[in-house]
């Protein structure tokens, strides 16, 4: 019997070692010239343990790609791409703590990443603005790819600007153009020292070359009939969000985030040739993501075995995430910013329909910052009280919220200044705005304003639906067949069962090992 068990433990570690080291990928396609195609087979016939492979999905992607793509279309196809298209880029392990001046820079090898500013403001009429201005940058290939075809990192990148203004005295909400642009163009600029972001006729420039404020942001949308002028002071400390930075981070998955809290601010915002002074307030972030989007590659075979199997035997796919995100800048120079996350699958997440949903009320977890700039974490609820309707997908967005934070006594509502406030990015879009809060704080009124921010409520429905229009293909059954997400198969369930027990079977091997050699040795002995 003996000898029967160590054959077995032999062969499931044989087993393991096969699928780990010598998997096959799929075949790659020959004479392929776009180079969005060539990363497309080149992520094909990369190794990618446990992963499950795409390949008519990524041969009806190639034939698209040869076609030609436009930026756009460029910047949404990876939405399309799986579990194998993120080896290659940074991940969280890329190092252990955050440093600055260094981590100001845009994160080029990292797949995903944005500089964002929102800001409250008055005119010099008592008028409430609100102005949002982002700069998303997508790395469009694979580091190891991008090399291969010759692209430098800055190359690499595709940046879209996104622009809302929204006039509450007119209750109007403005959206910019939204270019995306091609690091091949040469009109993107990075730098730190002094910090430089630099996308077309758009930009964020540190006026000082040792500290990121003060300040200068412009925006410049011919198209749009929008440009913005604006003046950044610094007021506090750069906060770290999450754990040190990272929020969340597991397994080399998750996102580096940190943020500026309470920027005086002061300048020109002009639409359609009208031009008003504005004074007050902006919060700064930046976050840059490994595996968020889509889901990434966790570089430990044993988590992405459990993934297989949890996800295999549930008949579940990966979930597309998204949240509720905020921050409030109150009137006694204190701030909050807060998340709740929440993907395609939550159960309470009923908000397709002719009718709003109910009021829903949901965990945030965030920070709390007071007067000298020292950060703290929070708990606490938001119950989402009123809802707006997208126009394009006819989701149902958070329109009001009311937050309560027990562990400092606040308690408050959040009023949107205009009724409109989407925003739309590629084949996404995303509720954006302007708040104005009022609430109390240790049993006394407070008053403030801040932003509104929910991601990801149309559903997988109209991101399929939005992105198959986009690529120019044709939805009909067969193509979504090989688009949508579905579980591992029995084959990848059968190997991931056979990789985890590997160690296992190392262990036992092992302890059996040491009691044949005492049971040889007190035979020795014995004679």
């Known amino acids: 019997y003996m000898k029967a068990i160590i054959t077995i433990l032999l062969a499931i570690i044989a087993a393991a070692i096969l699928i780990v080291f010598f998997t096959s990928p799929p075949g790659m396609k020959k004479d392929i ?3 969005t195609a060539v990363m497309i087979n080149n992520v094909l016939g990369t190794r990618t343990p446990l992963v499950k492979k ?5 041969a009806l992607l190639i034939d698209r790609a040869e076609q030609g793509l436009d930026n756009t279309q460029c910047y949404a196809l990876p939405n399309f791409m799986g579990q194998d298209y993120f080896y290659g880029y940074e991940d969280m392990n890329t190092y252990d703590t955050l440093a600055f001046p260094r981590d100001h820079k845009a994160q080029l090898d990292f797949q995903f990443g944005w500089y ?32 291969k075809l010759g692209l430098s990192a800055l ?62 942001i412009e925006v410049n949308d011919p198209v749009g009939e929008l440009s913005i002028d604006l003046n950044l ?21 998750g996102t580096w985030y940190y943020s500026f809290p309470n920027i005086k601010t002061w300048g020109t915002v002009t639409y359609q040739g009208e031009s008003r002074t504005i004074t007050g307030k902006m919060w700064m972030d930046h976050q840059w993501l490994a595996g968020i989007s889509p889901t990434g590659y966790p570089k430990n075979i044993l988590v992405q075995a459990v993934m297989n199997i949890k996800e295999g035997l549930s008949g579940e796919t990966p979930k597309s995430f998204g949240w509720d995100w905020s921050d409030v800048q109150f009137d006694d120079n204190t701030e909050v910013t807060f998340a709740s996350p929440h993907s395609d699958k939550t159960a309470d997440l009923k908000n397709m329909g002719d009718d709003p949903p109910d009021s829903v009320t949901r965990a945030i977890a965030g920070k709390y910052i007071d007067e000298s700039g020292k950060g703290e974490n929070i708990t606490g609820t938001v119950t989402i009280t009123r809802w707006m309707r997208s126009p394009r997908s006819h989701a149902w967005y958070p329109n009001g919220w009311l937050v309560k934070i027990p562990e400092k006594r606040l308690e408050f509502t959040m009023a949107s200044t205009v009724d409109d406030q989407f925003i739309y990015s590629a084949a996404s879009e995303i509720r954006e705005g302007g708040v104005i809060v009022k609430g109390t704080k240790d ?85």
């Open 155 to 216: 190359q690499n990148q595709l940046v879209q600007t996104v622009v809302a203004v929204n006039y509450a005295d007119l209750n109007l909400h403005v959206t910019g153009s939204n270019p995306i642009i091609s690091g091949t163009s040469g009109e993107i600029t990075y730098g730190i020292e002094p910090f430089v972001a630099q996308i077309g006729l758009n930009s964020a420039v540190s006026l000082e070359k040792e500290r990121m404020f003060p300040m200068k």
């Open 116 to 147: 964002f500013w929102s800001g409250n403001f008055l005119d010099t009429n008592e008028n409430e603005i609100d102005i949002v201005v982002v700069f998303f940058r997508r790395a469009l290939y694979p580091p190891r790819i991008a090399d």
């Open 54 to 58: 795409y390949p008519a999905r990524y």
């Open 443 to 527: 049993g006394r009124e407070i008053s403030g304003y801040g932003f509104g921010e929910g991601v990801n409520y149309a559903g997988e429905e109209f991101a399929l639906k939005e992105n198959m229009a986009l690529l120019g293909i044709e939805d009909n059954a067969a193509n979504r067949q090989l688009l949508i997400a579905t579980p591992p198969g029995n084959w990848l369930i059968i190997q991931s069962f056979v990789v985890l027990a590997s160690p296992v079977a190392v262990v036992t091997l092992l302890v059996l090992g040491i009691i044949l050699l005492v049971r040889k040795k007190n035979r020795q002995n014995g004679s």
């Open 33 to 35: 010239a776009q180079p």
């Open 233 to 253: 002071d610094e007021s506090k400390p750069l906060l770290l969000q999450g754990d040190n930075g990272k929020e969340p981070s597991i397994f080399g998955l």
